[in-house]
């Protein structure tokens, strides 16, 4: 850790300087922007132009210089355990030596409850403070496992498949037999959604405010939480399914299916995304990466093989193993470890290893291994910011109650349109693609090229650029010879109707009317054309050139 | 085996004592913040929709006047004394702050009154149809029936009054500019282009370069004069005529132009052949246009029942105010401390809006001042998407306002196109299309 802190403090700049920068302005020599490479837009004549532009480069490159500063003030590092020697593995560590290893407040993180109800189902809220667990046979509690305090606990006396907060741990919804049902933080029952029918899945879509679900008759519904509206319901066509993961970089929902397929879903497309047979099997358990982004995805399926995915590039997954134990779960941590919980234990993958493509199927190195002896292992879940810095103003593990409301109130004004959902997130705020309507030309004299926009266009220019320009009919002699073939009823049957209409005449006549230069220069090239071919034509039915007599030189050309 | 744990620091991250602040901790990593950019985005459509939600710029109406009123002036160094005068003949002194009246002349001339202006030392100067100036005191507010100070009268109805900075002199317009003197009861001299045979519509000091004057004429053109040399130095004719003249208070070279063809015009002097830049917005002649203090704005009112507030150098999309009861705008004001912005209509009132429509008066907080701060530079840096833009860029216009641009906008377009196909039937080269800042300036005359 000591090389790299080295480094930083090398490339940070004159601290002096930056003491006073804030409150005075400093002479130009003094100024840390000259070493920012900013380029000199030299090139551009217009001066204010030149000036927002270098203004803009100077500010973003003094963002970054001050984000690479910033990453010193991350005084907590991140939790690792490291062989001090060859003979050491991590994945012999147990649990009770973590816990002696960490020290004692690290160590009564570790908690362990016996319930009796089926097997459970959790979920962590996003700033990881509390934690909500179902059993199938209706237990549901929400409770801050940290501090231990119980909000609410409910005994609901029917089966229930899933459970999720919604935007904060105030509310959660509940995949119970028929329907979903929102709690609040107290347990009080407080909408029951009966759009949502025998759901198996859900997802809550923090920035979108958009709840999904997916049930035995396989119909992805989103609703939205801010407004109670049921958004969109997609068929998804390939029966129940029991697997759902969102991607938390672009809100996409990857589904698992019965069928082994897996699928990638936003509402405002009526078909997936993207559609991949991923396993001989269903799918069990998907999840996303998302220490990079979103690129990486595991799945498991009943075919008892984990797979990894590069979601730039479905073409076959890049690493898979086959789990011990038939059917795995699987969950990503924010750091990039992967957790497979299979047959009575759960193995941890750590990240470079994971993603780097391998042919066969041999298992990744091991980094940590817990064997549990209650089966079978339906869910696993990482906390959240046990391991990363966390961000206040995203999600804070601390936040007391008027910072919960005020976060509530501002991510609300913040909601993102649920049609801003796509594959790639990064289309907000990037140029569109210029205008294919306007035209290019170049002037007769080989000058320089200038480009009218389509409102300055004339109106046959304007159909053509359009495509609805009738470009069939001028050429009326090519068409003759082939009108003469045709029969009586031919004609009558291709007459051509609306040949006559006025607008028709008025664009056949502008075509005509209009002299250009250009124009007469394509009608000359068509000619000489034209005239090749049928010399080339006489030549081949036999006709020989006649022999040049004396008093061709008379004729003109 | 070495086994670190990450543990977030309870000391660190609590507040220390009861009611202080919960420490924030930031991890700037890209990763900790999905859909910043959409996020940021949508703020930036609730920030531009919040300023048209608050955009309430008429603050008042002063009234007094029976007709309407044509002239406006402010006191030099104050922010709160204006003085109108009316098509009634009466001249009242408003205190804006108050919104009263300091000085009431209901019959400061027969006739119209064409010009008002103050004098360094807070004298009000009036000229009128009438054929007289009259300089007034304007804390004489005690007297019924205030008379003038003094009285100067010429040979022919004054169009316009203009005081010197420092000097105590005056310039007038009538069919030639008179510049007079305080103490004297006769023009100290006239000054006329030699071929000139208008009559002047406006007549204004240059702010800085202060014996330098410029007129405007019903003869469609702009004319310089320098009370030093005596004489008139150039003068411009133009495609039409202009209707108000305003000297940049920060460019002593640049003076702005309403001109009767619905635009504006900023020129600079040391150059005439073509106008700086052409401000186009209004749909009917543009009546007066004053530049705001710090010469980064300046508003203009027009035959168009509309009052306009123009960025410097942004030739398009101007600020629009109108009421329901406003006529046509005759005259306009920046206040002062460039916050204001008064129009006079002829219906008889004298109007006070905001000059930035969504600005919030009265006492702002640091919270609140910081928050529309960031407001206004999402509103800069989102202006260019496409739905952020369009709730920035659009603007209520009254229904006869927005036919008239859409006839504009036709008619302009079909002599574009005719321009276009006539061009393209000629030979070759034969005519030439003309810049649109080229086509104003008729011929130069030194």
């Known amino acids: 850790m ?33 070493d920012l490479n900013v380029p000199a837009y030299n090139h551009i004549p217009n001066k204010k132009l030149r000036a927002q532009l270098s203004r803009n480069a100077t ?13 010193m003030l991350l005084t907590e590092e991140p939790g690792l355990m490291q062989p001090e020697n060859d003979l050491e593995r991590t994945w012999r560590v147990d649990q009770t030596d973590i816990e002696h290893g960490a020290g004692q407040d690290a160590g009564r993180g570790r908690r362990e409850w016996k319930l009796d109800g089926g097997p459970y189902r959790s979920r962590y809220t996003r700033n990881g403070r509390h934690l909500a667990i179902v059993g199938s046979m209706g237990h549901v509690a929400t409770f801050d496992w940290k501090t231990g305090t119980l909000h609410s606990e409910l005994q609901l006396q029917e089966t229930c498949r899933d459970i999720t907060f919604l935007h904060d741990h105030s509310h959660f919804a509940v995949a119970q037999k028929k329907y979903v049902f929102i709690y609040d933080r107290d347990g009080v029952e407080l909408h029951c959604l009966k759009a949502h029918v025998e759901p198996t899945r859900m997802e809550f879509l923090p920035y979108h405010w958009l709840l999904a679900t997916i049930g035995n008759a396989g119909y992805l519904k989103y609703q939205d939480t801010s407004t109670g509206q049921l958004l969109t319901e997609h068929r998804t066509k390939l029966g129940a399914s029991s697997a759902m993961a969102q991607n938390l970089h672009n809100a996409v929902i990857n589904l698992g299916h019965q069928n082994g397929c897996v699928t990638l879903w936003t509402p405002n497309l009526p078909h997936p995304a993207v559609q991949l047979l991923a396993h001989l099997g269903p799918v069990t358990s998907i999840s996303v990466d998302p220490s990079t982004g979103g690129r990486y995805m595991a799945t498991a399926g009943r075919d008892s093989t984990v797979k990894v995915w590069d979601c730039r590039n479905w073409k076959g997954a890049i690493r898979e193993w086959s789990a011990r134990g038939g059917a795995a779960e699987v969950e990503w941590s924010a750091r990039g470890a992967l957790a497979v919980a299979s047959g009575g234990s759960v193995n941890v993958y750590t990240s470079p290893t994971i993603q780097q493509p391998i042919h066969g199927s041999t298992q990744p190195p091991l980094y940590l291994t817990h064997p549990i002896p209650h089966r079978p292992l339906v869910s696993v879940r990482f906390a959240p910011f046990e391991d990363p810095n966390f961000d206040s103003s995203e999600a804070d593990p601390f936040e007391n109650r008027k910072a919960r409301r005020e976060k509530e109130v501002k991510a609300l004004l913040d909601k993102i349109q649920p049609d801003m959902i796509t594959i790639d997130p990064d289309f907000v705020g990037s140029l569109v693609e210029p205008s294919k309507l306007s035209i290019t030309t170049t002037s007769s004299d080989g000058k320089a090229a200038e480009t009218i926009p389509f409102a300055r266009l004339p109106r046959l220019e304007r159909l053509r650029a359009q495509g609805k320009a009738d470009e069939m009919e001028v050429d009326t002699d090519d068409a003759a010879p ?29 075509l005509k009317k209009v002299i250009e230069p250009t124009s007469i220069a394509i009608r000359a090239k068509v000619e000489k054309q034209r005239e090749e071919r049928k010399a080339r034509e006489k030549e081949a039915a036999g006709e020989k050139p006649k022999k040049r007599s004396a008093l061709d030189r008379f004729a003109s050309g | 085996m070495k086994i670190k744990v990450l543990q977030h620091d309870l000391v660190a991250h609590l507040p220390q004592r009861p009611g202080d602040p919960t420490p924030m901790s930031r991890n700037l990593n890209p990763l900790m913040h999905p859909f910043a950019k959409a996020r940021e985005r949508t703020r930036a459509l609730n920030a531009a929709k919040m300023d048209r939600m608050f955009s309430k710029p008429f603050i008042d109406s002063l009234e007094g006047h029976v007709d309407a009123v044509e002239v406006m002036a402010k006191q030099p160094g104050s922010l709160t004394t204006v003085a109108s005068g009316s098509w009634d003949g009466g001249v009242i002194v408003h205190h804006l702050a108050r919104r009263s009246q300091l000085l009431h002349i209901p019959q400061a001339h027969a006739g119209k009154v064409s010009g008002v202006c103050f004098s360094r030392q807070g004298r009000l100067f009036s000229c009128g149809v009438d054929r007289t100036v009259k300089s007034w005191n304007p804390d004489d507010s005690q007297t019924e029936n205030p008379q003038p100070v003094a009285v ?17 002199t005056f310039a007038t317009a009538s069919n030639l500019v008179q510049i007079w003197d305080e103490t004297k009861s006769l023009p100290v001299s006239n000054l006329t282009f030699p071929t000139s045979t208008e009559t002047i519509n406006s007549v204004r000091f240059n702010l800085s370069e202060t014996s330098v004057l410029a007129s405007i004429g019903s003869d469609r053109t702009f004319t310089l004069y320098d009370i030093r040399t005596g004489k008139a130095e150039r003068r411009v004719v133009m495609q039409m005529s202009s209707n108000s003249l305003s000297w940049s208070p920060t460019f002593p070279t640049t003076v702005l132009l309403a001109s009767e063809d619905h635009n504006l015009y900023t020129f600079d002097i040391r150059r005439f052949d073509a106008p700086t ?38 030739g398009h999309s101007p600020e629009v105010y109108h009421t329901k009861r406003m006529h046509r705008v005759s005259s306009t004001l920046f206040t002062s401390d460039a916050r204001f912005v008064l129009s006079g209509s002829d219906d008889g009132n004298v109007r006070i809006w905001k000059a930035n429509a969504s600005e919030r008066l009265g006492i702002v907080t640091t919270r609140e001042r910081a928050a529309i701060e960031y407001r206004d530079s999402l509103k800069q840096r989102w202006k260019s998407d496409g739905e952020v833009g369009r709730v920035i860029r659009s603007r209520h216009v009254p229904r006869p306002v927005h036919q008239a641009a859409k006839l504009k906008r036709t008619m302009l377009e079909a002599q574009r196109v005719k321009e276009e196909r006539r061009r393209k039937h000629t030979r070759a080269g034969e005519s030439k299309p003309k810049a649109e800042r080229k086509k104003l300036v008729v011929v130069e005359q030194a």
């Open chain 1, 2 to 34: 000591d090389a790299p802190q080295q480094k930083k403090r090398k490339t940070s700049h004159n601290l002096t300087a930056e003491s006073v920068v804030q409150r005075s302005s400093l002479p130009r020599s003094l100024r840390f922007d000259k």
């Open chain 1, 59 to 71: 500010q973003s490159a003094r963002a970054k210089a001050l984000l690479d500063d910033a990453e």
């Open chain 1, 482 to 510: 082939d009108a003469q073939k045709l029969t009586k009823e031919e004609k009558e049957r291709k007459k051509m109707r609306g040949k006559g209409k006025s607008s028709k005449r008025h664009l056949r006549k502008q």
């Open chain 2, 152 to 168: 100067f009268s010429g040979k022919s109805a004054f169009n316009s009054i203009d005081h010197h900075n420092s000097d105590p």
């Open chain 2, 277 to 314: 830049q052409i401000y186009k917005g209004h749909v009917a002649a543009v009546m007066s246009c004053d530049w705001a203090p710090t010469g980064l704005e300046f508003v203009s009112g027009g035959w168009d029942r509309t009052v306009r507030i123009w960025k410097e150098g942004r």
